[in-house]
């Protein structure tokens, strides 16, 4: 079954610690989306691939990086966590096709201390 | 350029309709519909497209009107199921796959 994952689910941790956000999708999609968004509010976009060795960054100025090596996979990384990123970060694909219809994953609530 | 959308939150009785709006300052290529539940991912509903195409659940019903770059998500006979916020993402005509979402519209459903 065609789906979109995100690990680890909940994470607290610490600040100043690394963290990696994973990202997979089985859909075979080209277009791939991070978004954070806090309890209630609007979607951001803070990063955006179009495929392999592709990516930018969204609207939302964000101190994390990405990469994507591969069309299924698009972790997101950052480098020194701070209470300041507490927040649900989302993953999402598309096809980039006439509807570019977007499928989320879970999402992973991080809480940094 | 954040879509504007209305109301902020509804409260309805089971059976009752809402209308949610979005519109838009900048000429669109599409608008985008999603409902989120709390703690869950948001799920799409319905896409239109400029030019009058959309696809979307069947129990799902929306308008996108071009000339003002507004668009209405029409809930009729609501159900439970309906309760959460509805999101509305836009695809401006020069944003390349990108979409900016509004600010949400919850919606309460009571038995």
């Known amino acids: 079954e065609a789906d979109i994952y995100q690990t680890p689910r909940y994470l607290v941790i610490g600040t100043g610690k690394k963290i990696t956000l994973e990202c997979s999708q089985t859909?075979?999609?080209?277009?791939m989306y991070w978004y954070q968004q806090d309890p209630g509010m609007e979607l951001h976009l803070i990063h955006y691939?179009?495929?392999?060795?592709?990516?930018e960054k969204g609207d939302l100025s964000s101190e994390s990086t990405v990469s994507r090596i591969r069309t299924e996979h698009f972790p997101l990384t950052l480098e020194s966590a701070r209470p300041s990123h507490t927040s649900q970060y989302l993953c999402?694909?598309?096809?980039?096709?006439?509807?570019?219809?977007?499928?989320f994953g879970p999402g992973t609530r991080l809480t940094v201390l | 350029q954040q879509p504007v959308q209305s109301p902020q939150a509804v409260i309805l009785r089971e059976g009752e309709d809402a209308v949610i709006n979005c519109s838009s300052s900048?000429?669109?290529?599409?608008v985008h519909w999603y409902r989120q539940k709390h703690g869950e991912a948001p799920v799409f509903l319905m896409i239109?497209?400029?030019g009058g195409e959309q696809k979307g659940h069947e129990k799902i019903s929306a308008s996108f009107n071009e000339k003002k770059q507004q668009s209405s998500l029409y809930l009729t006979a609501s159900q439970l199921s309906y309760s959460g916020t509805y999101f509305c993402?836009?695809?401006?005509?020069?944003?390349?796959?990108?979409?900016?979402w509004g600010a949400g519209t919850k919606l309460i459903i009571k038995p």
């Open positions: 993402g836009t695809e401006r005509m020069d944003s390349n796959y990108q979409l900016i």
């Open positions: 900048k000429a669109l290529y599409s």
């Open positions: 239109l497209l400029k």
């Open positions: 859909m075979g999609h080209d277009k």
């Open positions: 691939s179009y495929g392999v060795n592709s990516t």
């Open positions: 999402a694909s598309s096809d980039g096709t006439t509807y570019n219809e977007q499928f």
